[in-house]
């Protein structure tokens, strides 16, 4: 991803540490600073927030980010999802596209409810109102010609979990950048349920906390989400080109 300007805040110091120095990804002092960050200075922290994701994949074809969701919106996108449950909005995700697309357990057991800005609850619409901030973040800082994003939310209910894979599909290379932002609340080590990312350097193992954010090349970067001792809570989604 070529990056038409750089630079890095002594602001942003804490959490591009974070990123870059653990594997393993837990909850520490220098995220409640930036949690911090963002609600005294919302503006400003959005685009440090594009920067740091930006920055992770400039160093590593992936990003993960404490406090990108705010506890209130964490708060708020977890009653939505709710509601949609309760609306009977969900159903069991597949895999594969058009013809190739089957329904099968074994290998991925979340429920979802694609995104849609005309029926989505007032904080769905600004989560999409926040994609087409960082939408065009990237196209005006890095080129990268993207056109568009879809988004799901998704439940792993208890024991469920999404074998090894590749988010981009065989026949269609539409997926640029995956985004998942975690709706957990006060999930623990004991819950199971991490992203496995497979990467070229070593595995990365990542807890679904509440308001993190992980970012990664939808082409490049194999996955797996462990199963689920609890049941956990997620949106996510794509970056289109
Ligand atoms: C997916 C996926 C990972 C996660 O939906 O394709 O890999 O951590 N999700 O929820
Ligand atoms: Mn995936």
Known sequence: MPKKRFWVLADCQPFSMLYRGAVKYRSSIANHFFLFGICMHPTIAVETAFEALIDGIVDRHFAVLDGFLSELEVVSLRSSFEQKLEDGAFHRAGIGQGEQHT?????????????????????????????????????????????????????????????????????????????????????????????VIYHPDGDVVIEPLGGRVVFFESALLEHEVLPARRDRYSLTGWLRR
């Open 103 to 195: 329904r099968d357990a074994e290998f991925r057991g979340d429920l979802i409810h694609w995104l849609d800005r005309s029926t989505a609850l007032p904080t769905g619409q600004a989560f999409l109102d926040r994609m087409d901030g960082f939408v065009s973040y990237l196209n005006r800082t890095c080129y990268t010609g993207l056109n568009g994003y879809e988004f799901h939310y998704a439940v792993y209910p208890t024991g469920t979990f999404y074998k090894r894979h590749l988010d981009q599909f065989h026949q269609d290379d539409h997926r640029r950048y995956s985004v998942i932002c975690y709706l957990n609340d006060n999930w623990q080590p004991e819950d199971g349920g991490e992203l």
